[in-house]
């Protein structure tokens, strides 16, 4: 558990999308601690008409390859939040191909009461995980 949504440009291939989900996978375990089979990853593709990602001023240089990394997780210090922003991007530029300038990231936190994994129970407050 973290859930990732990736949302790209339509055009990718199966292959790129595999190193692109397992590039940030690794990431995760790394940054975050988690089990490898913690793997909670969906990829939404769009038309390029359907995605505006600008640079908020800082510069930023986007291309039809920008990947919006959209994260659910329980809370997070800041230092192991910094640690997955550089691995995340390190990974994705190495093993992807992407530019760094490419990549955004956001994190949205919740809580142990806020996850079902099935069978309609909370297993963080039962005691399951």
Not at 22 to 40: C, K, L, N
Not at 48 to 76: H, Q, W
């Amino acid at each position: 558990m973290p859930l990732l949504r990736f949302d790209i440009i339509e055009g990718r291939s199966d292959e790129e999308l595999r190193k692109l989900l397992d590039a940030a996978h690794t990431a995760m375990i790394e940054a975050f601690d988690v089990p490898d089979t913690d793997r909670y990853q969906m990829v939404h593709q769009h038309k390029p008409a359907e995605m505006i990602i600008k640079d908020t001023g800082l510069g930023l240089v986007r291309t039809d390859n920008v990947v919006v990394i959209s994260i659910v997780s329980k809370t997070r210090t800041q230092e192991k939040k910094q640690k997955l922003y550089r691995l995340m991007v390190e990974k994705l530029a190495r093993e992807c191909g992407l530019a760094q300038e490419d990549i955004m990231i956001n994190i949205a936190e919740n809580n142990d009461a806020d996850w079902s994994f099935g069978n309609g129970e909370a297993q963080f407050l039962t005691g399951k995980l």
